[in-house]
């Protein structure tokens, strides 16, 4: 299909090619999300014998764990749209399993991340109601400083405000699972910060939590988005190239296929991406650098 | 039961510097070989260091 063919399409032919391309993309079971999900937690849990009793130097732990903890959100993403298995199917339990585990390490309940998630689709730059709206940033050091910001005690946004968006949307009772998420966490850190090992637990746990948190919201909420102005399907994300490729951006040079399709696997965005390209262009996506 | 957990939370930053940041600067100290001033011990002077930092963070709000 030319381009010339594509410029003469209504809205509805538009549409009704776009939902053709999706529907290859869609429905396809993300086996690398999932073995992603467990081998990524055991490595990071594994990091604590290994230091603890084999003595793998902290400095080789550490930048290990920054990883595996940046690492564990996606599958716990893939999850909460229900991309393993849908509610009623056979592998329902693999994608709530997924999803509850896999971002243990970012100290991050899955219920609140999927509602407070849900609500950043549905309402994505808005800027009272989308819950990541708080990222917004003129460049890219500002972003990093802004998340910064973001997770001191008393800020406004970031996961700040999760606890509202839950309460906006009658879903106060989870807020519970962030207080005993919380409760553990800092728990244990004190824990083995008063047993001896503080070091060990603020780079093995403390510190690269930060690190993730600076990334994650850097590349999936942040670049996307950028510069979190418009609203729309077709104007809320954009694609962008970044400096450290797909895999150094998790994926999410392709974000916007995401935003439309959001039950397309991470795995299959840049081949959607691609074959959707032409249909973005006509309707005015931001997809020029890519 | 609530108004524990609230105050709790509320207290956070000052519970997180006598919690961690106290113990976490003592281990430091300790593991540098560097001796705390005054005659005191790597914890105590710890002790000082993450309380008032902790408190700092209470009062403002932020750490940084």
Known sequence: MSARDIAAMSDTELMRVEREIAAKHLNKFPYFAVFWAFANLAVWLALWPLVFLSGLPLWVAFPIAAVTITLCYLPSHEAQHDIIARPGTRLRWLNQLVGHVSTIPLVLPYRIAKLTHLEHHKHT???????????????????????????????????????????????????????????????????????????????????????????????????PHHPGLSVGRYKDTRSFRSHLGNIGSMGMQYHIVHHLYPRIPLYRTPRAYWDLKPILEARGCHVSEL | MLVVIKTVFHFGPLLFGIGFIAPLFAQIMDAMDWAAPFGLNSLVFGLIVGGAYGLVAQIRGRWI
């Open chain 1, 125 to 223: 730059n808005h800027p009272e109601w989308d819950p990541d709206i708080s990222c917004a940033a003129p460049g890219p050091l500002s972003a990093i400083w802004q998340t910064v910001r973001e997770n001191q005690p008393r800020a406004k946004g970031g996961m700040n405000s999760y606890g509202a968006t839950l309460s906006r949307i009658g879903r106060p009772d989870v807020v519970l699972d962030g207080v005993v998420y919380n409760l553990v966490f800092y728990g244990i850190l004190f824990a083995l910060a008063w047993g001896g090992f503080a070091i060990e637990a603020a780079l093995l746990w403390w510190l690269p939590r930060h690190v993730a948190l600076i990334y994650i919201r850097f590349f999936l909420s942040w670049a």
